[in-house]
Structure formats: structure tokens, C-alpha cells
């Protein structure tokens, strides 16, 4: 998504807000902005070893684990540097470039990784499968997810961002109440209606609508 929005594919991105913050401290030069909140609550990401292996909590991992992710400067990279520093482990943290979930599931399975971090909900099907361990929940301190864009596109459309945010934030607060969205949910992403509910339980879509134009 970052990369859209500094090549001018993007006009405007929604972001898991950790990935959208890491790709602005890193690309410092293309003007790129978080204008507005989408998700207010937190992103619970679980932490995922293997069925067999040998820890049995989140602070067994302080040894210096390496951790499987999605790319360089993903929401997945930047949680389990926070989880290190959260919980203050002792070792030095290192991270191996997987892929997505499948593939990091296999990388923990294989040995290749010590554990990785995905959202919960997303995780339940594969601890379900018995494919991967749960370890623990790390819940970050932050919104989960963000609306961004460049400085540029932002002071030039600021009205029609701020019409823009209301009716997405409007339709998904509704759509997250709703049987037929949660149905939805369930056909689309493959969840069972009890984790569908679990994670209905916890999203909270921001109400205020409210487009930071300027810094």
C-alpha cells in the first residue's frame, strides 16, 4: 500500500496503522501522511509457534528468537519488535522474510522460524487445523488501522477526504453489526460464525469523521 502511494497509483490507502507508520518514517522524502483513523481499536496480534515446540509462554521467546514475517517494514516485522520491547526481552531479536500467513505457517512448521505474529481471528482456522500453537496475545497501544496519503493530496482535497472517511467508517460500523455482514465475513475471508462474532466483539470503526489537513 505504501508503495502505491508514493508511486501515484494510490490516491488514498487504508493501512494497518503500524505498516502504514513504518513505511512514512522510512520513505521520509515522499511527503506520505496518516490523515485519519478508520479501526480505534487496538490490532490483536497472536504469536504462533510450532505444535511441538518448547515454549509455553510469550516470555519464552525472549532468548533471541527469530521471527518469520510478511516483508521488510510490515505490521507483522513492527509488532514483534514491540512484543521484544513490550516485554523486554533480554535477546536480540532476528527476522526472516516469509511471506504471508500460509508461508509463515510453513516456515514455523519446518523450523525455519521460531514463531511469527498475525491477527487473532485470522489465526483461529490454523490453531483450529492444529497446524500451529498459540502462545499469547500482543496487543499494541495504537489504532488499528489508518488512513493514509501524501501531504500534497491531502491539502488539496481535504473536504472530499473528510465526506469520504465518514461514509466509510459510517458503512462499516453498520456492516460489522449486521448478520448479513458477519455472514459475509464468514463466506469472504473463511471464518466460522463464532470467530466472525469474536472479532465483531473487539473492532471499533471511529466515529468522528475528523480529516487532520495539516500537521
Known amino acids: 500500500m505504501v508503495k ?10 487504508i493501512c494497518v496503522t503500524e505498516g502504514l507508520v513504518s513505511g512514512i518514517r522510512n520513505n521520509k522524502d515522499a511527503g506520505l501522511r496518516l490523515f485519519a483513523t478508520f479501526v480505534d ?3 490483536p496480534w497472536a504469536i504462533s509457534v510450532a505444535t511441538d515446540a518448547k515454549y509455553s509462554s ?6 533471541g ?3 518469520g514475517i510478511s516483508r521488510n517494514g510490515s505490521g507483522s516485522e513492527v509488532m514483534a519488535r514491540y512484543a521484544a520491547s513490550h516485554y523486554e526481552w533480554s535477546g536480540q531479536s532476528k527476522f526472516k522474510v516469509l511471506g504471508d500467513v500460509h508461508r509463515l505457517v510453513e516456515g514455523v512448521q519446518q523450523g525455519r522460524v521460531d514463531g511469527f505474529l498475525w ?5 483461529q482456522r490454523h490453531y483450529s487445523a492444529n497446524e500451529v500453537r498459540y502462545l499469547g496475545t500482543v496487543r499494541p497501544p495504537w489504532p488499528a488501522f489508518s488512513f493514509g496519503a501524501t501531504e500534497q493530496f491531502i ?4 473536504s472530499r477526504l473528510a465526506r469520504l472517511v465518514e461514509k466509510i467508517t459510517g458503512i462499516a460500523d453498520g456492516f460489522v453489526g449486521s448478520s448479513d455482514g ?3 465475513v464468514c463466506s469472504r475471508l ?10 465483531a466483539e473487539y473492532v471499533a470503526f471511529s466515529r468522528d469523521g475528523r480529516v487532520e489537513e495539516s500537521r
Not at 502505491?4 to 490507502?13: F, N, R, T, W
Not at 510469550?58 to 532468548?63: I, N
Not at 491477527?119 to 489465526?123: A, D, L, W
Not at 473463511?190 to 472479532?199: K, V
Open 190 to 199: 473463511g471464518y466460522g460464525m463464532e470467530d466472525a462474532r469474536m472479532w
Open 65 to 67: 528468537a527469530t521471527f
Open 41 to 43: 481499536s487496538p490490532l
Open 182 to 184: 458477519l455472514r459475509f
Open 155 to 158: 491539502r488539496a482535497n481535504g
Open 119 to 123: 491477527e487473532r481471528t485470522t489465526m
Open 4 to 13: 502505491k502511494l508514493i508511486s501515484g497509483e494510490l490516491d488514498v490507502a
Open 58 to 63: 510469550v516470555d519464552d521467546l525472549a532468548f
